[in-house]
């Protein structure tokens, strides 16, 4: 059994910074993982993905502003968030798939943590 529990939110001014957290326990093999978003009444949206090797991959939304990475001695994957906007305020979720990072869709995580809240205020 794969669980995922993440940390970190909170409410911060518009231009600050917040790292969020996520540890993972269980399924140890090949896998992608990856942050995502869902503000009130919108879809849930991929943010960032990565894998074994540690190559991340970023939408454009967030490119340039937010850092996914992992330390697998800690079984702990992060998500660096600058420069935030109002526009971020969402929660934030954590997921992991089986095997390669395929891409964000979220059908092809199984895995989900219970979200943290970040909220940015203007």
């Known amino acids: 059994q794969v669980h995922l529990v993440e940390s970190g939110g909170g409410s911060v001014q518009a231009g600050g910074s917040l790292r969020l957290s996520c540890v993972v326990s269980g399924y140890t093999g090949n896998r992608c993982k990856a942050w995502f978003r869902q503000a009130p009444g919108k879809n849930r949206e991929g943010l960032a993905m990565i894998d074994d090797n540690d190559t991340p991959t970023y939408t454009n939304s967030v490119k340039g502003r937010f850092t996914i990475s992992q330390d697998n001695a800690k079984n702990t994957l992060y998500l660096q968030m600058d420069s935030l906007n109002p526009e971020d305020t969402a929660m934030y979720y954590c997921?992991?798939?089986?095997?390669?990072?395929?891409?964000?869709?979220?059908?092809?995580?199984?895995?989900w943590g219970q979200g943290t809240q970040v909220t940015v205020a203007s």
């Open positions: 997921a992991e798939a089986r095997g390669r990072c395929r891409g964000l869709p979220e059908y092809l995580y199984i895995y």
